[in-house]
């Protein structure tokens, strides 16, 4: 992506002004708390955000966060939000690995996002799915908060726009996803999500080797407290989560394993390999893409370096997956061969 895309991918904010007139019999609170309470689908920290930049006057002066309103107060208050969402049918080529007229799976790359948010308006597998299933019309969508990624649900509940995005894979996870064309089928694939009656099977290359070659992870996951777009495994709280895995092939100080997702939590292979201290190669957010092991070693230090040049991103491929078809009556399974930058790695390795 050029700097010109990436540039049209965030747009400038645009201004919202709102105009309050504190009346009798209001009860007196911070400034802050009354705008919160005041205006739709605003945090109090765009709020406080706001009001930090000079952007909230009472009785035209600039305002402070902590300020009591009082009865009469006129109140101007002005936040910058992000343009509505135009979602556009875009001509992506896509590897198509199943199709019928219910459902199709798709092969998605590395490096593309699976649905539309405030960073992401363009380029995503829902653009190009919409393109395939041919649909032309573009469709504005009301998208409030630019801190979370668009709901799916959004697109689906649409009149227009009809694919449904069952589970997704990360934006640099490559492999298989279910996208279903009716509501009716939607709800049916992903009761099976729910019940974990899916099988899904990914190939990871991590660092280190593990003592037994077969086993589970068990841990419960939650956001992590020192980055709140990464995840970890926590003692207490969080969600169940539970991983298995299967060692194929040893290298000197990495693994190539088979998993098998028993949850469909977040960043849930990455972040529990990255607990046993053996991350996914190539991993930038938890710590893959360093050399981890074998470091004193300047024979391999040099070969990981290039390796680690090739990956640009986590070694983790979502390869096959079984479900039930709901109109077909029986059990699909589909497969779908490594991406070229993993084979690479391997061959390397080999």
């Known amino acids: 992506m050029n700097y010109s895309e990436e540039k049209n991918n965030y747009p400038d904010y645009i201004e919202q002004i709102y105009e309050f007139k504190v009346t009798k019999g209001m009860k007196t609170q911070r400034l802050d708390i009354f705008l919160t309470n005041s205006i739709a689908n605003a945090s109090r920290t765009k709020v406080q955000k706001a009001i930090a930049n000079g952007n909230v006057q009472i009785n035209g002066k600039v305002a402070k966060a902590s300020q009591k309103i009082q009865s009469g107060d006129e109140i101007i208050c002005t936040i910058l939000k992000p343009p509505p969402i135009v979602l556009l049918p875009e001509e992506i080529p896509l590897e198509i690995a199943y199709e019928d007229e219910y459902l199709l799976v798709v092969n998605k790359p590395a490096g593309m996002v699976c649905h539309p948010g405030f960073g992401n308006r363009h380029g995503t597998l829902i653009n190009a799915v919409l393109y395939h299933l041919g649909i032309r019309e573009a469709l504005e969508l009301n998208y409030e908060n630019d801190e979370e990624d668009l709901d799916e649900g959004l697109i689906f509940s649409s009149d227009i726009v009809r694919p449904g995005l069952v589970h997704r894979l990360d934006k640099d996870t490559s492999g298989l996803i279910i996208i279903t064309k009716n509501s009716e089928i939607h709800n049916q694939i992903a009761s099976q999500f729910e019940n974990r009656t899916i099988n899904r099977y990914y190939l990871a290359l991590a660092w280190g080797k593990f003592d037994e070659k077969k086993g589970f992870i068990i841990g419960n996951i939650a956001r992590s407290t020192k980055d709140r777009k990464l995840f970890a495994v926590v003692s207490k709280s969080g969600k169940y989560a539970k991983t298995e895995y299967e060692v194929l092939e040893e290298f000197e100080?990495?693994?190539?394993?088979?998993?098998?997702?028993?949850?469909?939590?977040?960043?849930?292979?990455?972040?529990?390999?990255?607990?046993?201290?053996?991350?996914?190669?190539?991993?930038?957010?938890?710590?893959?893409?360093?050399?981890?092991?074998?470091?004193?070693?300047?024979?391999?230090?040099?070969?990981?370096?290039?390796?680690?040049?090739?990956?640009?991103?986590?070694?983790?491929?979502?390869?096959?997956?079984?479900?039930?078809?709901?109109?077909?009556?029986?059990?699909?399974?589909?497969?779908?061969?490594?991406?070229?930058?993993f084979n690479k790695v391997l061959d390397f390795l080999h």
């Open 253 to 341: 100080y990495l693994s190539l394993l088979k998993l098998k997702l028993h949850t469909g939590r977040t960043h849930q292979i990455r972040v529990h390999l990255s607990h046993l201290k053996k991350p996914v190669f190539g991993d930038i957010s938890y710590g893959g893409n360093k050399i981890i092991y074998g470091g004193n070693n300047p024979l391999w230090k040099n070969r990981a370096t290039k390796m680690l040049e090739i990956a640009q991103r986590q070694m983790l491929h979502a390869f096959e997956l079984t479900f039930f078809h709901p109109v077909l009556n029986e059990n699909v399974t589909i497969k779908t061969s490594l991406p070229n930058d």
